[in-house]
C-alpha cells in the first residue's frame, strides 16, 4: 500500500474500527489503512506524556506509509494527544500533512441532539479527566451543562467478550444510575469511547427511552466528508481504490479474530512493532 496514498486511522485498539465502518460507508471510494495499538493498550488510564508519546509514533508510521490525512479514532488520544500534535509536533515534522480528532465533531453538533441542554458523557478515565467533551461544548454552547462519568471497566468488558453476559449489566447500569443521578435532566449520552457502540443495547436497558445516545461513528464519518470537501489541497493527495488495510502492535490473528465485531466483517491484519 505504500505506492497508495491512504486516509490513516488510529486507535489504541479495536474500538476505532467502529468508526472506520462508519467511514467506509459513506467515503467507500478512498484507500484506507487502519493502525491499533493493542500491545500498548488501554490509553485510557496512561498519563499524558505517554499517550502523547505512543501516538505521535503511530501518527508518523501512518506519514511514512503516505497518508496526508491522520484521524485518531480514539477518544484518549483526541483528548490528551490531539492539540499538542497539531500545534506543536505537525509544524516540524509534517507542516502539509493533517491529523484530526473524534471529540470536536460531536461536540460541533451536539444542539442537534439535546432539546433540555444537559448532556452526560460516558468515557474512559482519561477522556474524562482531560475534560475535553466539556471545554469543546463550553466553546460552542455555554449554555449547556455537562455531567460526566468514568467507566473504567465498559472497555475490557468489550475486549474480553463479556459484553453481552448478564455480569456485563451490573457495571453498565452502575454507571448509568450514577450519571443520570448527578444530573436528572440530562436528555443526551455521548458515548465517549469507540467501543461503547457495542454496548449500546445494555445501555438502552436502563435508561429512559426519551434520552438519545450518541455514537460517534455516523457523526465523524459525516464531518470528515464536509473536510475533504473544505479542504481539496488535501483531498487531492488522498488515493481512490478502495482498497484498505489493517495493522496491529500485537497479534495480528487475535485482532483479527475481534476486528469482526467491531467492522462487521472480517479481515487480515498484518503485525507492526512500534516500539
Same mark, same amino acid.
Given at each position: 500500500m505504500k505506492k497508495l496514498n491512504p486516509i490513516g486511522i488510529f486507535d489504541s485498539g479495536y474500538g476505532g474500527l467502529t468508526v472506520m465502518k462508519e467511514i467506509v460507508q459513506v467515503l467507500p471510494s478512498y484507500d484506507y489503512i487502519y493502525l491499533g495499538d493493542n500491545a500498548r493498550a488501554p490509553y485510557g488510564t496512561r498519563s499524558y506524556d505517554i499517550v502523547h508519546k505512543y501516538t505521535l509514533q503511530a501518527i508518523e508510521w501512518l506519514f511514512e506509509e503516505g497518508c496526508h490525512l491522520v484521524i485518531l479514532a480514539c477518544n484518549t488520544a483526541s483528548a490528551k494527544a490531539l492539540r499538542t500534535i497539531q500545534q506543536n509536533d505537525l509544524p516540524q515534522i509534517a507542516p502539509k500533512r493533517r491529523v484530526l480528532g473524534?471529540?470536536?465533531?460531536? @461536540?460541533?453538533?451536539?444542539?442537534?441532539?439535546?432539546?433540555?441542554?444537559?448532556?452526560?458523557?460516558?468515557?474512559? @478515565?482519561?477522556?474524562?479527566?482531560?475534560?475535553?467533551?466539556?471545554?469543546?461544548?463550553?466553546?460552542?454552547?455555554?449554555?449547556?451543562?455537562?455531567?460526566?462519568?468514568?467507566?473504567?471497566?465498559?472497555?475490557?468488558?468489550?475486549? /474480553?467478550?463479556?459484553?453481552?453476559?448478564?455480569?456485563?449489566?451490573?457495571?453498565? *447500569?452502575?454507571?448509568?444510575?450514577?450519571?443520570? /443521578? @448527578?444530573?436528572?435532566?440530562?436528555?443526551?449520552?455521548?458515548?465517549?469511547? @469507540?467501543?461503547?457502540?457495542?454496548?449500546?443495547? *445494555?445501555? *438502552?436497558?436502563?435508561?429512559?427511552? /426519551?434520552?438519545?445516545?450518541?455514537?460517534?461513528?455516523?457523526?465523524v464519518s459525516n464531518s470528515l466528508k464536509d473536510y475533504l470537501k473544505r479542504h481539496p489541497e488535501i483531498e487531492t493527495f488522498c488515493s481512490k481504490t478502495g482498497k484498505y488495510k489493517f495493522f496491529t502492535t500485537d497479534s495480528p490473528e487475535i485482532f483479527a479474530g475481534y476486528a469482526s465485531l467491531f467492522f462487521g466483517q472480517q479481515i487480515q491484519a498484518e503485525h507492526l512493532d512500534l516500539a
Open positions: 473524534v471529540i470536536r465533531p460531536v @461536540t460541533e453538533c451536539i444542539t442537534m441532539y439535546t432539546k433540555s441542554n444537559h448532556v452526560g458523557v460516558l468515557g474512559t @478515565t482519561g477522556t474524562v479527566s482531560s475534560q475535553s467533551y466539556p471545554i469543546e461544548i463550553a466553546k460552542f454552547f455555554p449554555d449547556i451543562k455537562v455531567a460526566q462519568e468514568a467507566c473504567p471497566l465498559w472497555v475490557p468488558l468489550v475486549e /474480553s467478550g463479556e459484553y453481552e453476559s448478564p455480569g456485563a449489566d451490573y457495571f453498565i *447500569k452502575k454507571h448509568l444510575e450514577n450519571i443520570i /443521578s @448527578t444530573d436528572p435532566l440530562i436528555d443526551t449520552l455521548i458515548l465517549g469511547c @469507540t467501543h461503547y457502540p457495542l454496548l449500546i443495547k *445494555k445501555i *438502552k436497558k436502563y435508561i429512559p427511552s /426519551s434520552i438519545k445516545i450518541i455514537s460517534q461513528g455516523e457523526i
